[in-house]
């Protein structure tokens, strides 16, 4: 079976006023509506994950705090919100920290993933990278990911290519 997964796209990083927004990121938010609206459409499973930190969280030592539980930013964008979407929050970069993920795409039998998100060296390499570990035929929708910086995010995705990944964009992959 296969799965959408939108990785981390919540307010605090994507807008603007976000606490530890990336100038640029909101310009992927058409491609995620798009791409979670044709999963809703077509009953393919969407995974959303979050970050959901307390306020003393460890990441707070690398970053401004952000995406602190129950706050504004924490919160996904209304326009991305689907039926059916399941959420799994996480209090690090990796979602695999979280193991109700892994589980999940066990239950569900997920063999195929489609990612998308922000930020690709950071949140979407682990949820990538972590899914081919694990056995997973994952595909990478180039144009609905956001990189912090650009060297950085080309370099994550030669090496998931190298590890036996795969892209897309998102007109090949919402038919």
Known sequence: MKAFLDI?????????????????AETVLPAVVRLNQYASANNIPLISTMCAHGENAR??????PHCVIGTVGQQKPAATLVPHQT????????????PKFLALLDELSIE????????????VKCAVMGLLEHGRKVTLVSDAIWHHKSAAGEQVIRDFLAAGGQTA???????
């Open 59 to 64: 990441e707070f030592a690398e970053w401004p």
């Open 8 to 24: 981390d796209t919540q307010i605090d990083f994507v807008f603007p006023a976000g606490a530890l927004y990336t100038p640029g």
């Open 87 to 98: 959420f799994i929050e996480k209090d690090e970069l990796n979602v695999f920290s979280n």
């Open 112 to 123: 195929e993933c489609t990612v998308y998100g922000v930020l690709t060296e950071y949140c």
């Open 169 to 175: 964009r998102v007109d090949s992959v919402v038919l």
